[in-house]
């Protein structure tokens, strides 16, 4: 079942803008920012896929306000790059590095590769936890390849590079309504909203708890 309310576990800007609209997708339900619960973080992502990290830290927030909580991990991977960054997509050009400078590293990787070898997909996996540890996920995926140069002024991380199949403009160059229908995450979202809709019904939930 679909929660009245949740929280979202990430204190990503661009993940919290992309997230709210796509959980409204699902009907009437209130979202509620991380920074809304005072002392509440996420923990470190230190798992071994996408789903491991997505729940760690659905779970980790809803036991701390007492509320389920959404989650989600993504990545990049390239097929030129046996898979890379993949998992470390945040972390590919170093601790605290921008969205520019880990689109400059992956450009630099794929010097030399022709346009015939960008092949690439993102890759993201959503999940929905609640505080007695009940956890639902789905994964979202979209093909596409990686292009010479930057383009476009929306989107977030490795959107200014990445042309999905179904466009011929990068995801920081389509409209918000493109990006949802066709990206990763909205996929995700869609996927995670059908499982809610067939399981069962919701836990009673209690009031806030302390941090994660």
Sequence with gaps: MIPSRLVLATANRGKVAELTALVHEWGSVEVLPLGAFRGVTCPEETGATYEENAAAKARAVAVATGLPALGDDSGLEVDALGGAPGLHS???????????????????????????????????????????????????????????????????????????????????????????????????????????????????????????
């Design 90 to 212: 945040a972390r590919w050009a170093g601790a605290g590095a921008s969205d520019e400078e880990r689109v400059q590293r992956l450009l630099a990787a794929l010097a030399g590769v022709p346009e015939a070898g960008r092949g690439a997909r993102f890759v993201c996996v959503a999940a929905l936890a609640w505080p007695d540890g009940r956890v639902e996920a789905a994964t979202g995926t979209v093909r596409g390849r990686i292009v010479a140069a930057p383009a476009g002024s929306s989107g977030f991380g490795y959107d200014p590079v990445f042309v999905p199949d179904e466009l011929d403009r990068t995801f920081a160059a389509a409209s918000a309504a493109e990006k949802a229908r066709l990206g990763h995450r909205g996929r995700a979202l869609r996927a995670l909203g059908h499982r809610l809709r067939a399981s069962g019904p919701t836990p009673t939930l209690r009031g806030p708890g302390g941090p994660c």
